[in-house]
């Protein structure tokens, strides 16, 4: 189960993690996930967006309560911790008058905010909520996600709450409590309450809130297609009730054409320009670290180029999948967003053609060398589909392009050049 948890957590958090087919990592922001709970009848603390420091003093000035807290909805973790771009520490605050609320809000609104998670550029803050302090008795974490050991959704639940809940996996096995659920059926009541009250909610009124919420929790995971739903912590407060106080949602991006409202709460301000501009064009780009541009059709070979070129010596600077129905017209695109990163240094083309002709790729090519003005060298590998055509195609061109049978030769030759 503790791979089950590191998989739940990589999908929050993958913004730059290559996966081996389609990105599955669509997130919300708090507020968004907060009235989504909501929705489904589950009880949060209440809590208000604000997107100027004038409507956070409003918004502080109506709550109906002084005792408040304020957060900079950004799409990562760590953002207590966090700092913005203009100095000021902290994307969490505890707010008491209207006048701090306006102030900490034009503090983070418009600014960077930078975690652990966003990497040193960090990301835009474009909004905060203001919500209700509720005093917990007691911290848990609960989760709802799909767990490949029974090849279905469990129920990830522990009394030890409100902290990384990996490490609480890797001390203390024992306190995480997996519970499966029935795809079809989803959780039944008495299931509920006995994991309730296994995890020592204490009193009949709580563990019944608890119950409901864990139903609730999975309803909405198989309603709205998500991955993972993550509540950290999840309260049983000194008043007596059960309340979500965060909330961390992953919807299934190939399920878009069926969740048209939740897709419509994309934020694509917290994205990579160059991957959203990649997706307009039909393209899976996933920007990396290294120097070697890679072009690829197919996922799967894609991360072999990556793993040979790794092999080689090399780091590859991005993950680039034209798929099987690129035109030399998305190519051409293709390339704009390889050149775009001022890091790389040589870029690698490998085409098996199938679906895909290799001579609409040797077209792409030629056009973008020869428009885009190519500085940089370009090593080309491409096999099968109107193999011969295509290398017909870059001889005839005339243009300075390394053409090679083998990935490996080609791989190698791609390291050297991007070193020099």
Known sequence: MLRSLRQ??????????????????LSIHEYQSVKLLNDYGIATPKSVPAKSPEEAFDVAKNFGTDKLVIKAQVLAGGRGKGHFDN?????????????????????????????????????????????ERRDPSHEYYVAV???????????VASAQGGMNIEEVAAKDPSAIITTPIDFEKGLDKQTALDLAKKLGFKTEQTQKEAADTFINLYKIF????????????????QDGHVLCMDAKFGF????????ADVYALRDISQED???????????????????????????????????VLKLHGGD?????????GATPETVKKAFELLLADKAVSSILLNVFGGIMRCDYIAEGVIKATKELQLR??????????KEAEAKELIRQSGLKIYAFDGLDEAAAKAVELGRK
């Open 316 to 324: 590859p600077a991005n993950f680039l999948d034209v798929g099987g």
């Open 8 to 25: 739940a957590r990589s999908l929050a958090r993958s913004a730059q993690t290559v996966s081996a087919g389609q990105k599955r990592n």
């Open 273 to 307: 320009p160059v991957e959203v501009e990649a997706q307009k064009h039909n393209l899976n780009f996933i920007k990396l670290d290294g120097n070697i541009g890679c072009l690829v059709n197919g996922a799967g070979l894609a991360m072999a180029t990556m793993d």
């Open 252 to 259: 299934d991006d190939n399920a878009e054409f069926r969740q």
């Open 145 to 155: 996600l799909n767990d490949r050991a029974t090849a279905g959704p469990v129920l």
């Open 376 to 385: 940089v060298p370009l090593i080309v590998r491409l096999k099968g589909n």
């Open 222 to 237: 198989k309603d709205k297609d998500a991955t993972q739903i993550e509540i950290n912590p999840m309260a049983e407060t």
């Open 87 to 131: 100095g000021f520490k902290g994307g969490v605050h505890v707010v008491d008058t209207p006048e701090q609320a306006k102030d900490l809000a034009s503090k983070m609104i418009g600014s960077k905010l930078i975690t652990k998670q966003t990497g040193e550029k960090g990301r835009i803050c474009n909004a905060v909520m203001l919500a």
